[in-house]
């Protein structure tokens, strides 16, 4: 947090994904980089989910948290962690923990991940239909 800190300190600066690249970046839709106060800001706002979730219980009645195990961009732990705190509070909060995806980081997108539509969609369908995947 320290980190965090002091980049909210300092003057907001764009940084590239890949300085290589920069905006010629796939897929063309998304951002090729991050604002410095903006990944500080989404950093103070995850801290303030984790200490609000071990202290009242979550605002929605319940709710299922997807991640792929091998995602090389996600702190899967940290997922587990918020899971595990608003479980205590109710049953309600699920965790799905999909290990056959791949070392893939957005699975959602057919673009950079062709198998979304087959491996991906029916099983979110399922989730939101309140069938196990």
């Not at 500080?40 to 219980?57: D, K, L, N, P």
């Not at 709710?63 to 205590?88: F, K, Y």
Request: charged share 20%.
């Amino acid at each position: 947090m320290l980190l965090m800190r002091i980049l909210a300190a300092l003057p907001n600066r764009f940084l590239w994904w890949d300085p290589r690249l920069k905006e010629r970046m796939l897929p063309v839709y998304a951002y090729p980089g991050f604002w410095t106060h903006c990944l500080a800001q989404s950093t103070f706002a995850g801290e303030a989910i984790f200490t609000a979730a071990a202290r009242s219980a979550p605002a929605a009645p319940r709710c299922t948290l997807v991640v792929n195990a091998q995602d090389p961009a996600v702190g899967n732990n940290a997922i587990r962690e918020l899971a595990a705190r608003w479980r205590r509070w109710t049953p309600a909060y699920a965790l799905e923990i999909w290990d056959d995806l791949g070392k893939v980081h957005d699975v959602i997108d057919p673009s950079t991940y062709p198998a979304a539509r087959t491996r991906v969609y029916p099983r979110l369908a399922a989730l939101l239909e309140g069938s196990p995947s």
